[in-house]
């Protein structure tokens, strides 16, 4: 982490209040209170300690369905303040569907319940008293496929802070600040009147995210972010990631290994395996330091998947 | 055979207009919009009282039948679940509303509209069974505009914290706006057409001024085409023949409209 970059205290109570009673305790973040953008920090991530010294999101025991059908089962998981946790595996193994269930995006989908617990700074965000509107504010998420609204560049941005009403005054800061953090601003600043969907498609999902993070969210979930790109838009997007967590927690869903390895602070593997009926089910294998998942594996199917002999 | 059938179409329709222009144009001039309907003096008989009550009629049909449908269409796309019992009965009943006959729309408008709730045989009922008639049609265009709305717009819009209402208000309906536009402009000229239902509603009856609101009595335009048809002398067809292409005009620039704001709003994905 870098020294210019104050880490804001965690306190449990104030984001308990905020999301049990929606939008009406919470001030607009300052744009003043985000942190600068730091060059260096690039290449200087500081490797992070074996256990989660301080943990933003956990689950416990968590399993979800859609209908009848349990498409994930029994996962325990946490992800650290200001860390990137890529949840990898085959395909069907339910990480998309489970990080889906850390905003409550799941919630869209009919027919789909979360078993078990999650938590947001200790406060369990499937509670009755919790606001999914508020929580998906603290929570954000880019997707798949670029996703950009069929508005201007700067609606775009703009939007997230409209609808949660933050001051009219702040709102180009805001959209400056957050383009500039996408690594956007420079391709864009003359052209900020133009379609969304006039970009590339690298730069539709740089667009994206700085859409994410005008919210001043806590957390960024990231459902393979490069899966539609080429190799020159993905390395952008992984040098944006690693520089967006020195101010965000990050969980990136990738079916790309090296990328896993290359950005992120943690891994969870992730892989489906047949119950005792044949029916398939996406169970966690193992949750550890991305490097000691690519050198050292604790367990044998999590060894065979990074070194490519299954999946 | 498709070639046989489009060109019978067209030369069925290109005789009618032919047939239409080249009657009326004796009459097609300013007295038409300018004078009042006479059964006596068809050399100075205009239309005025039918062409104001077809804009009265129609724009009482809009301001009714547009919030509804939409708000129909918005709750059975967005809000509605499609398992439940009373969403599938809704969503039957809608269908086969757009298969009955306007008549039967009429018979309905004079005994619960003009008769049970009192409100006569004026603009205002006129309006409310039109807006019935053409209800089906704004919602099935207005659900089809908002299926073609990209889930991933949705679900972008909710994951940045708006809530749904936000969502439909501020992403989802402005981009179904055209296809919404183009399904209610199609139902609304439909509704300028229809004589049947109108004919129980009091439009028949011989009117030579102009609505004054919406209680008050009115014609319309395809009533008072009626009206001139069935008088025996020729001057009189006439004028039912200009009437025919004021109506017409106006049908082409809705279509019109609709079309143009069909192609220019047409979206890549």
């Given amino acids: 982490m870098s020294a210019s970059v104050t880490p804001e205290p965690i306190n449990r109570f104030s984001y308990t209040a905020a999301l049990k009673d929606g939008m009406k305790s919470m001030t607009p973040t300052q744009p003043a209170a985000m942190a600068p953008l730091v060059a260096s920090s690039i290449f200087s991530r500081d490797a992070v300690s074996e256990a989660v010294t301080t943990q933003v999101m956990a689950l416990e025991d968590v399993s979800v369905f859609y209908g009848d059908y349990e498409a994930v089962r029994n996962v325990d998981l946490e992800f650290g303040h200001r860390e990137i946790t890529a949840l990898i595996g085959p395909s069907g193994c339910g990480k998309s569907t489970l990080l889906r269930s850390l905003n409550r995006m799941n919630d869209l989908i009919p027919g789909a319940r979360v078993a078990g617990k999650v938590t947001y700074h200790g406060v369990d965000i499937y509670g009755s008293d919790v606001d999914a509107i508020e929580l998906r504010r603290r929570v954000g998420m880019v997707f798949q496929k670029p996703n950009p609204f069929p508005k201007s560049i700067y609606d775009n941005i703009a939007y997230g802070p409209r609808v949660l009403r933050m001051p009219k005054s702040q709102i180009p800061d805001i959209v400056e600040r957050s383009l500039r953090q996408a690594a956007l601003w420079d391709e864009v600043k003359d052209k900020l009147k133009e379609s969304g969907l006039a970009l590339s498609g690298g730069q539709q999902q740089r667009l994206c995210i700085a859409r994410c993070i005008a919210v001043q969210p806590d957390v960024i979930l990231m459902d393979e972010p490069c899966a539609s790109l080429d190799p020159i838009a993905t390395s952008k997007i992984e040098d944006l990631m690693k520089q967006l967590a020195d101010e965000f927690t990050i969980i990136i869903v990738t079916h790309n290994m090296q990328q896993a390895a290359r950005v992120s602070d943690r891994t969870a593997f992730f892989t489906a395996e047949l119950d005792e009926q044949g029916v398939r089910h996406g169970r966690l294998v193992e949750y550890a330091v991305t490097n000691k998942i690519f050198t050292a594996p604790a367990d044998e199917r999590t060894e065979a998947y990074v070194s490519g002999r299954f999946g | ?269």
Avoid at chain 2, 23 to 31: A, L, T
Avoid at chain 2, 70 to 79: C, Q
């Fill in chain 2, 1 to 269: 055979m498709l070639t046989i059938g489009i060109s019978i179409a067209f030369i069925v329709l290109a005789v009618l207009i032919i047939f239409v222009i080249t009657e009326g144009w004796p009459r097609f001039n300013p007295i038409l919009w300018q004078n009042m309907p006479s059964i006596r003096f068809p050399e100075t008989a205009g239309a005025q009282s039918a062409i104001t009550g077809t804009i009265w009629v129609i724009c009482t049909t809009a301001v009714i039948s547009l919030p509804l449908g939409i708000g129909a269409a918005i709750y059975l796309e967005e809000y509605g679940n499609p398992a439940s019992r009373f969403y599938r009965l809704v969503e039957i009943n809608i269908q086969n509303l757009a298969a009955v006959p306007s008549i039967v729309y009429g018979i309905l408008g004079l005994a619960i509209i003009a008769r049970a709730l009192a409100l006569g045989q004026t603009v205002l009922t006129a309006g409310i069974t039109l807006a019935l008639l053409i209800l089906p049609v704004i919602i099935i265009s207005t659900r089809e505009a908002l299926r073609a709305v990209p889930q991933s717009i949705r679900a972008g819009s909710m994951a940045l914290g708006a809530t749904k209402w936000q969502t439909i208000w501020k992403q989802v309906l402005p981009v179904a706006i055209p296809g919404t536009a183009t399904g209610s402009i199609l139902a609304l000229s439909r509704a300028i057409g229809e004589a049947a239902p109108l004919l129980l509603l009091g439009a028949v009856t011989f009117i030579t001024f102009n609505p004054t609101g919406l209680n008050s009595a009115y014609t319309v335009m395809p009533i008072q085409i009626y009206n001139w048809i069935s008088q025996s002398r020729d001057e009189f067809h006439i004028l039912a023949a200009a009437l025919c292409m004021v109506l017409l005009i106006l049908l082409f620039i809705m279509n019109g409209l609709a079309v143009f704001l069909r192609n220019r709003y047409q979206r890549r994905w």
